[in-house]
């Protein structure tokens, strides 16, 4: 058993390719230099983030005046900040694309689990680097997306048969250092948003000089455009600060950053166990897709179920992000129609499936009518 | 002599070790712990919030139905720092109703012994602690809170969460602060409260709440 599981490691340690490195003939292809992007919007953000530190006062007095101060008296500190904050939205953004586009081509499948599994833990780190790093900015927005991203897990002390462990509870003052949003939660999400960075460039780094691989595999020209282009973007928006942040009052509307949009909406319309429970459960169809999805084949509508599921999915995102942004969730109306607009396209492509896996079936019944002369042994066989 | 000298020096070695690491480890344990719940062990007293009774404000500012003013109040956590206390600040709002009420809720903490019809809410949403706003005019509910439209007989004032749009009802009968719409699983929490003369005196506050 252990065994087993040593070799199966060992086979997908060889097989690993997180940032697209061992790519290089599809550098014509977009869509296959997502990963190199990773890495590089990754670096940006990592250089810019230790000269932000320089000036940056981890305290709920000093953070949101050290700031403006870093935006608009240290030269060129704008620049710096902006890097910063788009290079990390584009790390985000390029994650998530490659994840999609891992999925959809079905390259998390032998013998690309582990890649897959390494690549999606890393958009949740991500994620949670992003919500750390939010709140050193302590504006309005940001002590409140902290405040309720942390009070979800103390109703994970309300699941049912297992009663009150008190492990919400746990998770939540440990996060943050207390019993209210303040100073001690400033210090623990500064040491998070730094120290995920910090353990994942020492194992990245390992790895590049484990495997030989080229790091960064773009030409130099799409690197400078990429720069250039951050730099303009924190030329002509740096994000406007917003308020300091008030904890004897809620703003209305409050919105989050952009990748957590949908979720705040879905926050809307479940009870806040099930709120709690969703992010888990899909954090854990990610990990697990790979085992889930046991067919060879790769080419999306080959596979009508998890096609479906990942349209599904994304179509999700976009829709709740559009409607929290308009502010509307009428929540006696809206989530019995999602759940029956669910339901009914996931019957449709669980049947699907079946009518594609008889299909499929049959055709490997009937041996090929006229075998093509060119090649003879035909693949109709593979499946 | 079964225990061999290199075994005996690994042993005695090891002690001043551990129990160095359990030296350092242990007032990280403490402060790492919850203030409530079930995992209280290695306390002697439960860490209990203490805040002390607390003057909040006057019942002249409550002159008629509806009036109602916002205040703060400090509860203190035991926490493992130098002062020995954490504080939290509780927001919270005063009302007054237009007809008596008795405070039980479903947890069963009660504001107030006997009926009145002054009350005192923590604006501590219970969903996911947000601090919910006492919004005297109906209509800005339904504008600004996701569209909910209140039945007649809840046509006055109201408390609404910007967060998800949680809405509770300060004089529901029987279970003022029930929450009426949205995702909160329960309503408002109370602050316990006295009437001394004039004064409004806090004397404790219901616990949940991330403040
Ligand atoms: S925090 Fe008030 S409704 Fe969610």
């Known amino acids: ?383 | 002599m079964t225990v061999g000298r290199r075994r005996l020096l690994k042993v005695l070695t090891a002690i001043p070790v551990l129990g160095g690491l359990v030296a350092v480890l242990s007032p990280l344990f403490r402060f790492l712990k919850p203030n409530d719940g079930p995992w209280q062990i290695f306390t002697i007293k439960p860490d209990l919030p203490k805040g002390g009774a607390q003057v909040v404000g006057k019942t002249t500012a409550l002159a008629k139905p509806w009036d109602f003013f916002y205040f703060t109040y400090v509860q203190k956590f035991v926490q493992y720092d130098p002062t020995g206390y954490k504080a939290a600040n509780i927001a919270g709002v005063a009302v007054r109703l237009p007809k008596k009420v008795k405070f039980e809720n479903a947890s069963g903490f009660v504001g107030y012994k006997g009926e009145t019809d002054i009350a005192l809410f923590q604006r501590i949403c219970p969903h996911l602690g947000c601090i919910f706003n006492f919004i005297p005019d109906f209509h800005e509910i339904t504008a600004g809170y996701g569209g909910y439209v209140p039945p007649e007989f809840e046509k006055h004032a109201l408390m609404g969460c910007p967060c998800h749009l949680s809405i509770y009802d300060p004089a529901f009968p029987n279970d003022p602060g029930n929450v009426i719409s949205g995702p909160a699983p329960r309503g408002a929490r109370y602050f316990e409260f006295e009437i001394r003369g004039e004064d409004i005196v806090v004397t404790g506050a219901e616990l949940g709440g991330i403040a």
């Open chain 1, 1 to 383: 058993m252990l065994a087993n599981l040593k070799e199966w490691l060992q086979d997908r340690k060889q097989h690993l390719d997180l940032f697209d490195e061992t790519k290089t003939a599809k550098q014509d292809n977009p869509l296959y230099i997502i990963g190199s992007l990773v890495w590089l919007s990754w670096m940006v953000v990592i250089v810019s983030g230790v000269i932000l530190m320089l000036w940056y006062i981890p305290t709920t007095t000093g953070a949101y005046r050290s700031i403006e101060h870093i935006t608009y008296d240290i030269p060129f500190g704008w620049l710096v900040r902006g890097m910063h904050k788009y290079a990390a939205d584009m790390l985000i953004i390029c994650i998530t694309l490659r994840i999609y586009r891992m999925y959809f081509a079905g390259e998390y499948k032998k013998p690309g689990e582990l890649s897959w599994m390494i690549l999606f833990a890393s958009l949740v780190l991500g994620m949670i680097s992003g919500i750390t790093g939010y709140l050193l900015i302590w504006n309005q927005r940001a002590f409140w997306a902290a405040k309720t991203v942390l009070t979800v897990p103390t109703y994970y002390d309300e699941i049912p048969l297992l009663g009150n462990t008190g492990l919400g509870h746990a998770i939540t003052y440990i996060f943050l250092g207390g019993p209210a949003v303040g100073q001690a939660t400033i210090t623990r999400f500064y040491a998070i948003h730094f120290g995920i960075s910090v353990v994942f460039v020492i194992l990245a780094e390992v790895f590049f000089y484990r495997t030989r691989r080229r790091r960064l595999n773009l030409s130099p020209f799409v690197i400078v455009l990429v720069l250039a282009f951050l730099g303009w973007l924190s030329f002509e928006r740096l994000t406007d600060m917003g308020r300091w942040a008030n904890p004897n009052r809620t703003p209305l509307p409050i919105l989050s950053d952009w990748y957590f949009l949908a979720l705040y909406q879905l926050v809307k319309y479940m009870p806040p166990l099930w709120a709690g429970i969703a992010p888990a459960l899909l954090i854990g169809y990610g990990m697990l897709v790979p085992f889930l999805d046991r067919t060879k084949e790769t080419r999306p509508l080959e596979r009508p179920l998890f096609f479906t599921v990942g349209m599904l999915a994304l179509v999700y995102f976009i829709a709740f992000t559009a409607l929290i942004m308009l502010n509307i969730a009428v929540i006696s109306r809206d989530p019995p129609i999602i759940m029956a607009v669910t339901a009914v396209v996931m019957v449709a492509a669980f049947m699907w499936e079946l009518v594609h896996r008889r299909r499929k079936a049959r055709q490997a019944q009937t041996p090929p009518a006229r075998p093509a002369p060119p090649a003879p042994r035909a693949t109709a066989a593979a499946s």
